[in-house]
């Protein structure tokens, strides 16, 4: 199973991000940049602050070609003023969030990276935030 791990801004608090991933919306639309993964995930994995706090399923990766993806709203629905850009990659994941099933942590990055939850969760570094 190939599995990416994203970083959330650390200036929302881990409360506010995990109301937000547990919302009910249809779907979650996450920009993976301009290369195309070279493995396709099937979770796409969260770290906010050094620790792991779950994931989305990967329902599929997409293109943005400009009319392939609907525009992004606001939470009062509103069309958003940031959108993703053309030709980048889009992960598409559907609600629900599953939280991590235990405290884990992941040494700081930018990005994202491919990642392997049971491999990690072996790691000494899983334990200890750093």
């Known amino acids: 199973m190939v599995q990416i791990i994203k970083t959330w801004p650390a200036f929302m608090s881990r409360e506010k991000v995990l109301e937000i991933f547990n919302h009910p919306w249809a779907e979650f639309y996450f920009t993976l940049g301009r290369g195309k993964p070279q493995n396709t995930p099937e979770e796409l994995w969260y770290t906010h602050r050094g620790e792991i706090i779950g994931f989305f399923k990967v ?59 049971k491999q990690h969760v072996g790691d000494v570094y899983s334990k200890v935030r750093v």
């Open 59 to 117: 329902r599929e990766i997409v293109r943005n070609l400009g009319d392939n993806l609907p525009k992004l709203e606001s939470i009062s629905g509103e069309t958003s003023e940031w959108q993703i850009k053309l030709m980048n990659w889009v992960a598409i994941c559907p609600h629900p969030f599953f939280e991590a099933p235990e405290r884990t942590f992941m040494t700081a990055f930018r990005g994202w990276h491919y990642f392997d939850w």
